[in-house]
């Protein structure tokens, strides 16, 4: 089973500071991906990766940069956080974009933003 | 747009009954996947289920692709099994689109 590690495991920030995530893979994964989830609510899809060196938007990417500095690496930069950026965070990966492929996600980072 | 629609929102069982959670979808999907999500917050994956019907133990997932829906079945509830299950959906685009889950109580 794919292992993927986050760190921290859980932050807090002051509103307009910089904060960054980190996500390892150790599986050699094509494909990751970062999420943010709500109380209460489902994931939703801030940016992905498939390959280093390259990030692509997600449906919710405002207020978030990514980095891929190679294939198992795959970071989530707020350069100005907000309070409304107070959620869990999950980091994932999988073999291929394509068909077929499931992802295996990370423990999850617990963000408070104050 | 593109939805996952997941019911019920919530459901309360006693222990030993069994588990109806559904999951339906707006077009042909290439991915789906079912995650268990812990009162603590990590999120396990149960089944990689595009299509078909796949068994683990006192689970099972049935997709039926042309009906755009699956179902996660769980059979003789344990207290243990609480928690939130989640549907996501890949629409041929590379990514999942999560519902909004099913929060399961198990009552001892």
């Known amino acids: 089973e794919a292992a993927v590690t986050q760190s921290p495991r859980s932050k807090v920030a002051v509103t307009g500071g910089k904060v960054t995530l980190s996500c390892h893979q150790t599986n050699n994964h094509d494909y990751m991906y970062w999420y943010r989830q709500d109380t209460g609510h489902g994931l939703r899809l801030i940016h992905y990766s498939y390959v280093a060196d390259s990030t692509e938007k997600g449906d919710i990417p405002d207020g978030y940069k990514a980095s891929r500095p190679s294939q198992e690496n795959f970071s989530l930069i707020l350069e100005l956080a907000s309070l409304s950026q107070t959620a869990v965070y999950f980091c994932?990966?999988?073999?291929?974009?394509?068909?077929?492929?499931?992802?295996?996600f990370g423990p999850g980072t617990r963000l408070t933003v104050l | 747009g593109q939805q996952v629609q997941q019911s019920p929102a919530s459901l309360v069982l006693q222990e030993g009954e069994n588990a109806e959670l559904q999951c339906n979808f707006s077009?042909?999907?290439?991915?789906l996947q079912w995650f268990y999500q812990h009162p603590g917050g990590r999120l396990v994956s149960l089944f990689y289920n595009p299509s078909g019907t796949k068994h683990t133990g006192r689970l099972t997932s049935t997709t039926v692709t042309n009906e755009r829906r699956s179902s996660l079945h769980i059979s003789s509830s344990q207290t243990t099994d609480s928690g939130t299950y989640f549907c996501?959906?890949?629409?041929?685009?590379?990514?999942?689109?999560f519902g909004q889950g099913t929060k399961l109580s198990i009552k001892p």
């Open positions: 994932a990966s999988s073999d291929s974009g394509q068909i077929y492929a499931e992802q295996f």
């Open positions: 077009s042909t999907a290439t991915r």
């Open positions: 996501a959906i890949d629409y041929n685009q590379g990514k999942l689109i």
